[in-house]
């Protein structure tokens, strides 16, 4: 059934379950159009629960008489936390009430009835929308290609939300975006990252939204951290195949992340490097049974499949780990067309550091697999539907409202963010896409 459609604009698309809600059909063009004063029927179906017997596709009717301005409202008791399908028909004497002398025209079926779906949330969820958010990518003060103005624009430009730059063994390229970006009238929030290494490239982690460095306060007290370090390995036991120190290392940079207010996680388990994993299977194991790390991190530069198996083995073991998909991108520029092939998707309230991490760390989040055509998502099953809805109903044109953004943002440190210009373009093209988001989700 058809999800996305430019001839309408249906707000709200997300209402709270088990109330009313009054949805209206806004027409985005005269092809689209209601009739005003004539009389459309509705059905509304639940697709979680209508199939009860095959015999028998329960709906709700509605007759509607649309209004003055061709647009059409409707209020409906939507029942649970599921999707629900839509359709509305148009009269039969619609289908030749417009002719021309040329080609005898009229309406085709297909323009007839028109399909969409609605998405009820329980109270928990109700009031929250989705984010799309890059947490490990990398910019040329590392080993990436862009700077990170480019960075940030290519990344909102595929309707991104949030963003942390997280280069090797520094955070400048971080702080260099926010400060970059503090003035700038887009809703995008950009985080302090890093990828940390400690002590030496041996170790791989994320790192964002923390108040400091980790990286920074390894090479200010290095002797200091290294007893630290000791002490842990002292009362440590590691199952077989683990190294020792190595693990010892991941539990102190955890531990740094949380003190620090941040949150963390593994980078790209099952990595393949000189022919055998970066991290031993074990080590892996070991750190997600024991609750290292704030989420797993999925790669497609990893063996995806493996992880995401691996992953469904410790859920059904009763391990709920959340999971974040990262692009790891070093180039930017090449994921034309893309939202960062692999992204993370949080359900949140709000695009403060403090409600994504939240989602995060409460599981509220998927990863998203762009790579083949169709997103592939991944995370608890009450997620993957919300956002398998959000992905068909709300990023397509999401999306094409960011574009613009994107550039401009892009060219933002070419005038030192004081183009008159560009500031008032950027303003009136963040209002549309916040509108539009507002909208959609309800929170008006």
């Not at 649970?80 to 085709?108: F, L, T």
């Not at 060219?411 to 909208?439: F, I, Q, T």
């Amino acid at each position: 059934m058809k999800q996305f459609s430019r001839d309408f604009r249906i707000i709200p698309s997300v209402v709270p379950a088990d109330q009313e809600s009054t949805i209206t059909m806004h027409p985005q063009g005269e092809n689209a159009r209601f009739i005003p004063g004539k009389t459309y029927s509705v059905f509304i179906r639940e697709v979680e629960h209508a199939c009860a017997h095959y015999s028998d596709f329960p709906a709700a009717v509605y007759r509607c008489v649309a209004k003055e301005d061709g647009s059409l409202s409707f209020t409906h008791f939507f029942k649970g936390e599921q999707k629900h399908a839509v359709s509305v028909q148009r009269p039969e004497d619609e289908r030749h009430g417009m002719h021309y002398d040329i080609n005898h025209r009229v309406r085709y079926d297909h323009d007839m009835t028109y399909h969409f779906y609605l998405y009820s949330l329980a109270p928990d969820l109700y009031g929250c929308r989705t984010l799309r958010g890059e947490l490990h990518c990398h910019t040329w003060e590392s080993d990436g290609r862009q700077d990170a103005a480019r960075t940030v624009g290519n990344y909102r430009a595929w309707g991104h939300d949030f963003l942390a730059i997280t280069d090797h063994y520094i955070h400048f390229a971080s702080e260099k975006a926010m400060k970059l970006f503090a003035n700038a009238p887009v809703d995008m929030t950009l985080l302090f990252g890093e990828e940390v290494h400690l002590p030496t490239e041996r170790i791989h982690a994320l790192h964002f939204g923390g108040r400091e460095s980790i990286n920074a306060d390894w090479r200010s007290r290095p002797d200091e951290i290294r007893a630290e370090v000791a002490k842990i390995m002292e009362g440590l036991t590691v199952d077989e195949g683990v190294n020792p120190e190595d693990y010892a290392w991941n539990v102190w940079i955890s531990r740094r992340a949380k003190e620090l207010g941040g949150v963390s996680f593994l980078a790209h388990p099952h990595w393949v490097w000189n022919y055998t994993y970066f991290v031993s299977d074990p080590t892996t194991k070991q750190m997600l049974r024991e609750g290292l790390y704030d989420a797993l991190e999925f790669n497609d530069e990893t063996s995806l499949d493996t992880i995401v198996a691996l992953w469904a083995d410790l859920r059904a073991q009763g391990l709920h780990i959340p999971v974040v998909g990262v692009s790891d991108s070093h180039n930017t520029d090449t994921v034309s067309g893309m939202p960062g092939v692999l992204h993370t998707v949080v359900v949140a309230k709000s695009r403060s550091y403090e409600d994504i991490a939240a989602a995060i760390r409460a599981g509220n989040c998927v990863a998203v697999d762009c790579t083949s055509g169709r997103p592939r998502i991944y995370g608890p099953y009450r997620m993957v539907k919300f956002v398998q809805f959000a992905l068909d109903a709300f990023y397509p044109m999401y999306e094409e409202l960011c574009r613009p953004q994107g550039m401009l943002l892009s060219e933002w440190s070419l005038h030192g963010g004081n183009d008159a210009e560009c500031v008032e373009l950027l303003r009136a093209h963040n209002a549309r896409s916040e509108r539009y988001a507002k909208g959609f989700f309800g929170l008006n």
